[in-house]
């Protein structure tokens, strides 16, 4: 990937961590958090939607971002909006392979910071170390936009293989 490109999503990375952070805590016990709706037409990549949901809330969306208590928290994608928009200005007349790429890059990127937050839940400095979060709290990708064999393989790349079969999640 282009070195600009690389450059932009350390600073989403980055982003993304100090929202977490300021994020106030939710009421109730966090069994989950999830990014979806990774929007792109080719012409522009959207910013990923952020959500969460509560235990007892989960009713038979356990797995299902849009239908959680909380769908799209708004900061983040205020927060993350500008950066999204250099990335698709950067990304203006690439070709469809090129854009493609982007997507794969996108996905892995998410997957790799989902997983790492999931490997590190349980340290003080964790981003959402100021939350309840139950003892199998996870954070990752569920785009059930993509159909099943995309939805499962993003949530085993964000959740690890082992944990998403464990939880129910694939």
């Known amino acids: 990937m282009d070195a600009e490109i690389e450059t932009l999503f350390l600073e989403i990375e980055i982003s993304i961590l100090k929202t977490l952070n300021n994020i106030p805590c ?26 969460y949901n509560t235990a007892g809330n989960e009713k038979d969306s356990k797995w299902c971002p849009p239908e959680w208590i909380v769908d799209v928290e708004g900061q983040m994608a205020v927060t993350l909006n500008p950066l ?36 590190s839940s349980e340290i003080d400095e964790h981003p959402l170390a100021h939350w309840n979060l139950s003892d199998d709290f996870v954070i990752g990708i569920f785009e059930e936009r993509e159909g099943e ?20 999640i694939v």
């Open 26 to 51: 939710p009421e109730g016990v966090i069994y989950a958090c999830g990014f979806w709706l990774f929007y792109c037409d080719y012409t522009m990549l959207g910013v990923p939607c952020f959500a």
């Open 84 to 119: 999204y928009q250099q990335v698709s200005s950067y990304m203006k007349g690439k070709n469809d392979e090129e854009w493609e790429t982007l997507i794969e890059y996108h996905w892995d990127i998410y997957s790799e910071f989902c997983l790492s937050l999931n490997q």
């Open 149 to 168: 064999e995309i939805y499962d393989f993003l949530a085993k790349a964000s959740v690890g293989e082992k944990k998403a079969i464990e939880l129910g």
